[in-house]
């Protein structure tokens, strides 16, 4: 296991040097003014353009402007932003927290939705249950995020008037900023409105959770209801029901077991997929995270937004499956072998 750890903590480390290099590029590949790239100020003067070519060592060879970049990087100065002309890193605190929250629920609402209903699907694959939760599989796979978005907040917003359509919270609740987290900070703030807020805040949550949900939800019902039947199909389990032991006990006792094993590294990669389409969601439900300040930056041509954007998302994605293939490692010796 030790060995299977150096091994991928390598590889992680590897792929990050890669996107740190690329992020490093991006500043001389955007159209403009390098040093305008670099530091997010808009106007310049003669004598400050002299201090940040010296402070961000353009007058040094690529290699160390690449290592004042990591070191900027490192100690946080991510330069300002176009748009706002605030700290990037300030703003990404800010915005990153409310993505998370909204992934976190979206892949916890497919798990507990999708694992179960998958194993229903292959416990009786030629039911009228069965093929129905597969019919309703392949219809969630191929629903476009957006226009699903749309559809229910002209029914659930507009035309029944249940849901909000936009925003995390009503702007009549003033909710201390604490860690991002809106549910968190609700249930640790002193207010005396702290139930109506998180009941308010939970109407904001359900619909661009159950949106970005869909999908992932989706491929959770597919993958557990192949994943049943492989396993279904294997020695052990039919020596199991040999030996007398009903479907259910041998589900319960030998399936589900080796079954959901693989489960873990869908966290991984459906927490990369959920990141992606979390920006759409964003947008559509204007819901104030980093996807969104994202796009919005790429409409702005926001370029030091862009590289600060693209190289925390990229960190966060290949740090969560680069995790969770550990996890899965761990569980499983036949990972670390192969």
């Known amino acids: ?112 939705i999708g694992i179960p209903l998958g194993i229903v699907a292959a416990f009786k694959p030629d039911s009228i249950i069965g093929k129905s939760i597969s019919a309703l599989a392949m219809i969630g796979y191929s629903l476009p995020i957006f226009w699903w978005g749309l559809l229910l907040i002209m029914f659930f917003s507009l035309a029944l008037g249940l849901l909000p359509s936009a925003g995390r919270i009503s702007v009549l609740y003033e909710i201390p900023h604490r860690s991002g987290f809106m549910l968190y900070d609700i249930w640790q703030a002193d207010i005396s409105y702290r139930t109506e ?77 959920l990141i992606t389409l979390a920006m759409l969601t964003e947008v559509i439900f204007s819901w104030p995270g980093i996807g969104r300040w994202l796009i919005d930056s790429i409409y702005q041509r926001n370029y030091p937004a862009i590289q600060a954007g693209l190289l925390v998302i990229s960190t966060m994605v290949i740090t969560i499956n680069m995790l969770t293939e550990i996890l899965h490692a761990f569980f499983n010796p036949l990972a670390r072998r192969g």
Do not use: C
């Open 1 to 112: 296991m030790t060995r299977y750890l150096f091994r991928r903590l390598f590889l992680m480390m590897f792929v990050l040097l890669a996107l740190s290099l690329l992020a490093f590029s991006l500043g001389y590949m955007f159209p403009g003014d390098i040093v305008q790239n670099l530091s997010g100020l808009r106007q310049i003067d003669e004598n400050q353009r002299q201090q940040l070519v010296s402070y961000y060592q353009l007058d040094q060879n690529y290699l160390q402007q690449y290592l004042a970049f990591l070191n900027r990087i490192a100690h946080g100065d991510w330069g300002l932003s176009f748009a706002s002309q605030q700290p990037l890193l300030q703003e990404i605190k800010l915005l990153l927290p409310a993505t998370l929250e909204l992934a976190a629920y979206a892949l916890l609402l497919s798990f507990v």
């Open 197 to 273: 807020a998180l009941h308010n805040a939970l109407q904001h949550l359900f619909l661009p959770t159950v949106v970005l949900a869909t999908f992932p939800t989706t491929v959770m019902i597919r993958f557990v209801r192949d994943a049943m039947l492989n396993v279904w199909e294997q020695n052990y389990i039919k020596t199991a029901r040999a030996k007398g032991l009903n479907r259910g006990q041998v589900l319960y006792r030998h399936g589900l077991r080796n079954a959901l094993l693989p489960v873990i590294r869908q966290i991984g990669l459906q927490f990369s997929t």
